[in-house]
Structure formats: C-alpha cells, structure tokens
C-alpha cells in the first residue's frame, strides 16, 4: 500500500517535469532509477531505466504531438518488473501498452477537464484578473492531469502487483528472447522520428557522415557530436558576408 | 506620453518572466496549445505595465492568451520580445497592439525549428547517449548526468533568450530573417543532430541474424557476411525501414513500436534474429 503511494506520487514528480522547464524528469531514466528506490533496487531501476529511455527514444513532443504517456509507463514497467523478479527486458512488455493505455487516459483529461481552466482564465483575463489568471494555471496543471496520473498509477501497481507477477512468471524463454531483440531494435524508431523532424534533401548526407565515422573509426557519440558542431561552424562560416550583416543590423537598433 | 525615457520594466520583473516560463507546458491542451503557459508567464510584466489601466491591462492578458507553442526551453526569446513590445504599447499612445501578436505568430515556428532540433535532436540526443550508456551498468551517474548534461545548458540558454529576446524587441525578427541568420542556424543544429542521429544507429541499434547457410564449420553466417560489406549496415538498413513507414506510411509511433515488438518475438521463435 505504502509502495503504491510512493509509486503514484514518484509519477507526480515526473509529471512536474511541466513545471520544470520541461527538462526531461519524466523520461524513464529517471521514473525508473526513482522507482528502483522505492522498491529497494536502484542498480536494477537504473537498468530498467537505460533500456525503456533507448527504446522511448522517439517519444517526445514536438509541434504539438503527444507522445505515448511513458511516466507511467516507465514507472508501472519498473515497478511489475522489479515486485516480480524479472529480467529488465520484461519492463518494456508491461510498459509498453501501458504508456498506450495512459495516453488514452491523459488525452480524455484534455478533453474533458482541461478545457474548463482554460476558459475561466479567459474570463479572469477579461475581468482583468492577473491573478486569476495565474491561479488557473497552476491549479488546472495539477488537477487536470498531474494527481489523476499519481492515482492512476498508484490503483494500478495496487491491484495489478500480485496478478501481474503471476502472469510475468508464465512468460515463455522464446517471448524473452523476443523481448530482448526487440529492445535492441526499438531505438531505430526513435531515431527515424528524429531524422523526420530534420532531414531534407540537403542535409541527409550528414547522417551518413555520422553513421560512417562510428563504424569505420569507432568514435564515441560525444565525439561525433562535436565533430557535428565543428562541421556546422565550417560550413555556416563559408558564408560569412550574410551572417555579419545581420549581426550590423542588430547594432544599429539598440539606439532605442 | 512620447517620450526617451520608455524603460519601465527592470532585471527583477524579467526574472520573474524567466522563472514563470519554466512552467509553459503545465496546461497545454489541444485548444490553444502553451496559451495560458505564455499568459501566466506575462502575468508580472502586465500586471505592473498596466497597474492604473484596468482596461489595457484585460487587453493585453487575453493577448498573451492567444494560441501558442514553441520549443518551450527557448520560449522565453518570444516572451523577452514580448515584454519589450508591451513595454512601448504601455508608454506609447499610437503603438500598434496587433503587432505584439504578429511579432509571436511570426517567430513560433521558425523558433521550434531551431529548437527542436538544438534541445531535443541534439543535445537530448547528448545526454541520452551519455547517460544511457552508463546507466546500463547500473550506474547512478547515469542518471544524474543525463539530467546534467541537458539542464545546465538548457537553462543558459533559456536566460540568455529572456534577456537577449527583450533587449532586441520587436525588430529581432526582421534582422534575423534578413540576414537568413535563422536559416543559417536551422542548417547548422540540423547538421550536428543528424551526425549523432548517424552515429547512434551505429551505435544503439542491435541486430543480430545468426542465421547460417551450410554445416558445421564451412557455415556461413549471414549476419557476418552483412557486416563485412559495411559494419552496422542492418541497423541502417532497418532504421531505414521505420522511417518509410514512419513517414511515407504515415505509421503511428505506438503501432510501429508494437510491431518491433511483434518483429522482435518472431524473429527469436523462427530463429531469423538473435541476442
């Protein structure tokens, strides 16, 4: 019971990764390293941990898209996992259709109890009410999604421990092994999510760029990394008669 | 009121815009996206802009309740302009208010461009590549650097976008799109992301096909061979694949994630696929 509490209030914290700067609390690196120490196992929450976030890779929020709902995920899949002695692959299983079925729950809350702060904001703006303003903010952030998401993981772990741990355990080893191949192929996803975002005719050799320095010479990802950087300075600095304008133009208005 | 001495806001009230634009993503909803993410960020600026004006000050609050979203870690650039531009409606009798709103309208997108690619194609992709990797010996350090290696930079750049965003106003947009600095940058960060996108398929994605053709120890394995034409080549290969469907087949991201799960269980029953 305990457990189930720290568990919901573990994803509350993830969940105020919004209030936060958006600054990634709630990507399963960290949901599973916390819930690792609520059920008294870090070293194997951290592992859980590694494996969901490289497979969730692809799942955050860009120009409005909602990714599946993974603090849940990650907690409940950590969680079941850990409660259950299995392999960390065994997270992904439960993980999975659980971010699936939250997005569904996180999209009604949206749909249905979010809209009512966002309109009585409106009409505190219009009464001229900064206050009022402020306080939906805070308030509609919490009520909306934040404490349902807590007692919704909190009643799950609750009730699905004991049965999840029995249906864990009658797993068949060829279903692991799948498990496991599939967490070594999950990433692909998430970087052709990635590269949708940014690729263009132009730059798709740059990938390639990529892809070749770390097979060919073994570089680091950090490395390749700050090769990009310097890559990018050499050939933005090709140019540099339109970048030195822009910079003059800046100058002149600071007059004001 | 036309006069030299317009400047009205301080360091402190920007600073209380700056710590206000940490919570932009609390209540975004389908609506209007970040609207009341940007309202309640502007809060402190109008509420002391428009102190004696009770009339102004509704005004400019539905204002900043207009749709809004952007890559929420550089939102502060807009919100900083913003300020500025309400800073001179609020001392200035003929400001054109409808330019406040223009000004936002016009800089969201191409600054989600930039940032999406700067905070999560790249330096997520960072953190994530550092992070996981020693996270997956069970180290604590994982974790922790991870958050590190994204938030210290994140909130640098999140303070110098406030302060950089209102000291430039309004006429940051033209200047930037003038000298196609903004294309520039996108170019740049596109760059840096997809060398480490590259090099993270190498490096992240597994596959194994222990697959042989004949017997004993004249076999051939398949997944050698592959990798003596070019190392990583299937990784390549099938991240290539997702990416069709991902994006020719228009697959949603859960379906295509179970699917590498389905992918993953037949592959270790017929034996195609290994650890």
């Known amino acids: 019971m305990l457990q189930a509490i720290l568990l919901g209030l573990v994803a509350m914290i993830g969940n105020a990764t919004f209030l936060a700067g958006t600054g990634l609390l709630d990507r399963p690196i960290v949901m599973c390293t916390l819930t690792g120490l609520v059920m008294g196992d870090v070293k194997s929450g951290i592992i859980i941990g590694a494996m969901m976030e490289l497979a969730f890779i692809g799942a955050f929020s860009v120009g409005g898209a909602i990714p599946p709902e993974m603090i849940s995920g990650g907690v409940l899949g950590a969680a079941l996992t850990l409660a259950s002695g299995n392999s960390p692959e065994v997270a992904l299983t439960i993980g999975i259709p659980v971010a699936s079925l939250a997005l569904i729950l996180k999209n009604a809350c949206k749909i249905f109890i979010l809209p009512y702060f966002v309109h009585k904001a409106d009409q505190y703006a219009k009464e001229g009410n900064g206050e009022g303003v402020s306080r939906m903010h805070m308030l509609g952030g919490f009520l909306y999604f934040n404490l349902p998401l807590g ?23 060829f279903v692991q092994n799948g498990l496991t191949i599939a967490t070594g192929l999950m990433p692909a996803l998430g970087f052709a999510i990635l590269a949708s975002m940014i690729v263009n005719k132009k730059n798709a050799v740059f990938l390639f760029l990529g892809f070749l320095l770390a097979v060919y010479l073994n570089i680091p990802v950090t490395g390749i990394a ?3 950087v310097v890559t990018a300075l050499i050939i933005v600095g090709i140019q ?10 800046g100058d002149e208005d600071d007059d004001f | 009121m036309t006069t030299s001495e317009t400047k009205v806001l301080n360091k402190r009230d920007l600073m209380k815009v700056f710590w206000r634009s940490f919570t932009m993503e609390w209540t975004w909803n389908y609506e209007r996206q970040a609207n009341l993410g940007y309202g309640f960020a502007m809060v ?28 929420p870690h550089v939102s502060t650039l807009i919100l900083g302009i913003s300020s500025a531009m309400e800073e001179q409606n609020s001392t200035q009798e003929d400001f054109d208010t409808s330019s406040i709103n223009n000004v936002k309208v016009g800089l969201m997108g191409p600054l989600a461009g930039i940032g999406d690619s700067l905070l999560w194609g790249t330096l997520r992709i960072i953190a994530t590549g550092i992070g996981t990797s020693l996270a997956l010996q069970g180290n604590i350090l994982g974790p922790i650097l991870f958050l590190l290696i994204f938030n210290i930079p994140h909130i640098i750049l999140r303070y110098i976008c406030m302060m950089g965003g209102y000291k430039l106003g309004a006429g940051f947009l033209t200047k930037m799109q003038q000298g196609g600095l903004m294309d520039k940058v996108t170019y740049g960060a596109a760059i840096v992301g997809l060398m ?31 990798n003596g034409i070019i190392p990583g080549i299937i990784p390549l290969l099938f991240t290539g694949f997702i990416y069709w469907l991902v994006t020719k087949k228009k697959l949603k991201t859960t379906v295509a994630l179970l699917m590498i799960l389905v992918i993953g269980i037949i592959g270790s029953l017929t034996g195609i696929l290994g650890i």
């Open chain 2, 196 to 226: 480490s996108i590259g090099a993270m398929i190498a490096t992240m994605v597994t596959v194994n096909i222990p697959l042989s053709y004949g017997e004993g120890d004249s076999a051939i394995i398949i997944g050698d061979i592959l």
């Open chain 1, 226 to 228: 700050l090769l990009g």
């Open chain 1, 240 to 249: 540099p008669a339109q970048v030195s304008t822009a910079l003059a133009g």
């Open chain 2, 44 to 71: 402190p600026i109008l509420e002391k802009l428009y102190k004696d004006k009770p009339e102004e000050k509704a005004e400019a609050l539905q204002r900043h309740l207009e749709f809004f979203n952007t890559t």
């Open chain 1, 151 to 173: 007692v919704f993981v909190a009643t799950a772990y609750y009730l699905g421990n004991t049965v999840m741990s029995t249906v864990l355990n009658a797993i068949p080893s």
